[in-house]
């Protein structure tokens, strides 16, 4: 009951988050639960807190996620590489993760530990990449540390910059783009 209540107030933050950004305020955050602020602050000691547990929230859902794709069955190899890449619980396609980039300034500490969540993690993709070299469905001068270079250095564009926003494209609908062109580009 307890640890769902804490997952609730990082759910709820998310939603405010959407609306406001970083301006959210923790009188928002108790008012779109019903709760008062103080249920909250006996879970949470902060603000900064709820985006580092959020943080941890998103990432640890993705990797979850990429679980449940290698264990799916009757995927081909290259069905299976793509959603690894663009792995995403149904649940976050709320979240406005163009907002990701307002934590630099203002929670840098945050900001690094999600891309060290980014950087993170990557073992059993590549494992597939390779699987797939081997199976000559990749190119065997394909280098797939660059690759990664290329899929974190997109997605990172996407936190750091409202391009999407502007240009009114979702993150998800972006990082299928990103895992299709580098896809496409390393095909034998």
Request: charged share 35%.
């Amino acid at each position: 009951m307890e640890s769902d209540l804490k997952t609730d107030i990082l759910k709820a933050t998310i939603k405010v988050f959407n609306k406001k950004g970083l301006k959210l305020t923790m009188d928002d955050v108790a008012v779109q639960m019903g709760i008062s602020k103080k249920t909250i602050y006996k879970f949470y000691d902060s603000k900064e807190e709820i985006f580092d547990k959020i943080v941890d929230y998103i990432f640890d859902g993705i990797k979850e996620r990429e679980k449940e794709i290698l264990e799916e069955e009757g995927l081909s190899l290259e069905q299976r590489a793509r959603k690894l890449l663009a792995a995403f619980p149904e649940s976050y396609t709320e979240i406005d993760f163009t907002k990701l980039g307002d934590l630099k300034d203002k929670y840098p500490k945050i900001y690094k530990k999600l891309y060290k969540r980014l950087d993170s993690g990557w073992e059993p993709t590549i494992e597939l990449l390779e699987e797939g070299r081997r199976q000559g469905l990749y190119r065997q001068d394909a280098d797939f540390t660059i690759f990664k270079i290329m899929m974190d250095a997109s997605v990172a564009r996407f936190f750091e910059t409202d391009t999407l926003r502007k240009a009114k494209i979702s993150y998800v609908d972006a990082l299928n783009q990103v895992v299709d062109i580098l896809l496409t580009g390393i095909k034998a």
